[in-house]
């Protein structure tokens, strides 16, 4: 079982509407959960850390977080095409200092 | 301030070279970090540095070093290169060990071998 799961193909919403991604990870112990962003030939960007159960907002993003399902998610509402990117989620391994990721979701945004 | 600084920024080599890989850390951040990014996938973890000593290694063989200096800027290096170690090579960076502190990462140095 891979340490962290992103098993949707490319996501493509038109703008203005909600994208959603989801998330699984392994390691049960995990305590901090992050969605980057990563435009094309670009480095991943931090938009969101989660660390306890529940919903985060910030802006137009809003990270959710179930431990015992060892589920997170990532809402973008209001679309927009600067949104359109590939959205990576890590999780800080229990124990160390690693993080580990996902292989990604492509979203598109199509106005 | 100044993000995660890292170059060079693309760098071609033959099989069988090494390289040498530089990042600065954001002012004030103790803790680097070295990932591996291949085409079509996440990150992966090579090194983790902080306080100048190796808290963490991943998968990955010993061709492989690092080191982290007095400034906490840290070196990258890979000996006897092969076509698959042609990749995206990310260094990033945090304030403290803490688990409550995101990484930050630089722009990356684009390694193509051949």
């Known amino acids: 079982q891979k340490e962290v799961e992103q098993n949707s193909g490319p996501l493509s919403v038109p703008e203005g509407a909600i994208a959603s991604l989801n998330c699984t990870y392994s390691d049960r112990g995990s305590q901090s959960f992050f969605w980057y962003r990563q435009y094309s030939g670009k480095s991943p960007e931090l938009i969101m850390s989660?660390?306890?159960?529940g919903d985060k907002e910030d802006g137009r993003f809003t990270a959710q977080l179930n431990k015992a399902s060892q589920y997170v998610s990532l809402l973008i509402r209001d679309s927009q095409p600067s949104d359109s990117a590939t959205y990576l989620c890590?999780?800080?391994?229990?124990?160390?200092?690693?993080?580990?990721f996902g292989k990604g979701n492509q979203v598109v945004v199509i106005p | 301030d100044a993000g995660v600084t890292q170059s060079p920024t693309h760098l071609i080599k033959t099989r069988g070279q090494q390289v040498t890989l530089r990042c600065s850390p954001i002012s004030g951040h103790k803790s680097v970090s070295w990932y591996q990014q291949v085409l079509g996938q996440g990150p992966q973890f090579i090194f983790q540095?902080?306080?100048?000593?190796?808290?963490g290694r991943g998968n990955f063989p010993d061709r492989f070093s690092a080191r982290q200096f007095p400034n906490y800027s840290s070196e990258l290096n890979v000996n006897a290169l092969l076509l698959g170690d042609s990749a995206l090579y990310l260094c990033?960076?945090?304030?403290?060990?803490?688990?409550?502190?995101?990484?930050?990462f630089g722009s990356g140095t684009r390694l193509t071998v051949v």
């Open positions: 890590a999780v800080r391994l229990y124990g160390n200092n690693r993080l580990a």
């Open positions: 989660i660390y306890s159960n």
């Open positions: 990033a960076s945090k304030r403290s060990r803490g688990a409550n502190y995101g990484y930050t």
């Open positions: 540095y902080y306080e100048k000593e190796e808290r």
